[in-house]
């Protein structure tokens, strides 16, 4: 069983950054696919960032702004945020999936495990 708990959300302006991070417990696959995605209100969860193998993975959204990094000795997954916009408000949600193929990484439907998720809001 794998339990993900995220932390490092809050208020934020427009400019600033947040660090995100996932603390993960139980057994977690280090060829499998961990990342992050987020739900804005009225909206469908969309993808983040995923790590996988060594390789990550942004949404044209948030390349070159949002960093994702796996700390395999402490089984953290962390998303470094910086110039947030008020776009990225969402409720960001850490997924893990031990059998994800690339072809499906962009896929909220094929994660396993979910967090609880943690609020980020940017104002203007």
């Known amino acids: 069983q794998v339990q993900l708990v995220e932390s490092g959300g809050g208020l934020v302006q427009a400019g600033d950054s947040l660090r995100l991070s996932c603390a993960t417990s139980?057994?977690?696959?280090?060829?499998?696919?961990m990342g992050w995605f987020r739900q804005a209100p009225g909206k469908e969860r969309e993808f983040v960032s995923v790590?996988?193998?060594?390789?990550?993975y942004y949404s044209d959204s948030v390349k070159g702004r949002f960093t994702i990094s796996r700390n395999s000795a402490k089984n953290t997954l962390d998303l470094q945020m910086n110039s947030l916009k008020p776009e990225d408000t969402a409720v960001y949600f850490c997924a893990a999936g031990p059998t994800v193929i690339t072809s499906q990484l962009r896929n909220p439907g094929a994660y396993y495990y979910w967090g609880q998720g943690t609020q980020v809001t940017v104002s203007s």
């Open positions: 790590v996988k193998g060594g390789t990550s």
């Open positions: 139980g057994r977690t696959s280090s060829s499998g696919a």
